[in-house]
């Protein structure tokens, strides 16, 4: 009996220096030790409420940069309706003489008995328009016997033709085209040699 008390002994001491051990190990690969958690903490606290600071700030920042470019991104805005309103009035006001010079010319085509002047005075209202137009950079597109240019041109129909020198070319003008700074803004309806 005292054999076996001794193996139960000395197999129950065994079991408790694995229970020692395995508790050690799962201490040393588990946790740290207490020591070492409190000297970091101040740090860590520290560091956090630094941390915590910048973010406040950057997010100051954010809402400082977005309500500027939100007043930017209105006042833009309003400043281009102001300046398209403006130069709309700045047409308007420059084309009005031009209006004033048809009326004239209704009225003396009514009295008129010569037919040369009425003409000549519609030529004179034509070239003060067309030069007004010049002015604001708007600019006929030349079209007569030119390659087609679908950048330029608008196809309304296709004809054939007796000269082999106008195939693919534009042989008539419908409606004229015109660019605005090298922009078009509209384009030349052409009819096209076949």
Do not use: C, W
Not at 51 to 57: A, D, I, K, N, T
Not at 78 to 95: M, V
């Amino acid at each position: 009996m005292a054999n076996k008390e001794n193996i139960e002994d000395i197999t129950g001491s065994k079991e408790a220096e694995e229970k020692k051990v395995d508790g050690r190990k799962q201490k040393s690969a588990g946790t740290r030790p207490k020591t070492a958690r409190t000297k970091k903490k101040p740090e860590e606290s520290t560091r956090l409420k630094a941390l915590e600071q910048e973010l406040q700030e950057h997010k100051e920042k954010y809402l400082r940069l977005s309500a500027d470019f939100d007043n930017y991104r209105k006042r833009t805005m309003k400043e281009k309706i102001e300046l398209s309103k403006q130069a709309g009035e700045d047409i308007f006001a420059r084309i009005l003489p031009v209006l004033d010079n048809l009326e004239r010319a209704m009225k003396s085509i009514e009295e008129a008995k010569d037919l040369d002047a009425v003409k000549e005075g519609m030529h004179l209202i034509y070239n003060m328009f067309k030069e007004y137009l010049g002015q604001q950079g708007v600019r006929e597109i030349e079209a007569m016997h030119q390659e087609f240019d679908t950048d330029l041109h608008d196809a309304v129909t296709k004809i054939p033709t007796p000269e082999k020198k106008l195939k693919g070319k534009v042989v008539d003008i419908i409606e004229r085209g015109y660019f605005l700074n090298e922009k078009v803004l509209r384009y030349v309806k052409v009819v096209i040699g076949e």
